[in-house]
C-alpha cells in the first residue's frame, strides 16, 4: 500500500471491480478479479502497473495504516 501512496483512485474503476466482484461466482473469479501481489510483484511495478493488475483500492492487510481521501 506504501507504493500506491498518492495514487488518484477513480470512484469509477472502483465501481466497475465492485460490480465484478458481487458476480463473481468462484473464489478463482474473485482472486483474478481482486488480485492479492506479492511484495516482489509491488516492489517491481509502479503505481499503474498495480492498478491495472487489478488493485484498486489498497488491500487491507493486517496492521495497514492506510487511508483513503476524497478529493475534488
Same mark, same amino acid.
Given at each position: =500500500? +506504501?507504493?500506491? *501512496?498518492?495514487? $488518484? /483512485?477513480? @470512484?469509477?474503476?472502483? &465501481? +466497475?471491480?465492485?460490480?465484478? &466482484?458481487?458476480? %463473481? #461466482?468462484?473464489? #478463482?473469479? !474473485?482472486? %483474478? /478479479?481482486?488480485?492479492? &501481489?506479492?511484495?516482489?510483484? /509491488? #516492489?517491481?511495478? !509502479?503505481?499503474?502497473? /498495480?492498478?491495472?493488475?487489478? @488493485? $484498486? ?6 496492521? =495497514? +495504516?492506510? !487511508? @483513503? @481521501? %476524497?478529493? *475534488?
Amino acid at each position: =500500500c +506504501r507504493k500506491m *501512496n498518492g495514487t $488518484i /483512485i477513480f @470512484v469509477a474503476a472502483a &465501481l +466497475r471491480q465492485r460490480d465484478a &466482484l458481487m458476480a %463473481a #461466482e468462484s473464489p #478463482e473469479d !474473485t482472486k %483474478a /478479479i481482486a488480485p492479492w &501481489l506479492s511484495a516482489k510483484q /509491488i #516492489e517491481d511495478s !509502479t503505481p499503474e502497473e /498495480i492498478q491495472a493488475s487489478g @488493485v $484498486i483500492m489498497p488491500p487491507a492487510h493486517g496492521f =495497514c +495504516r492506510s !487511508t @483513503v @481521501v %476524497a478529493a *475534488n
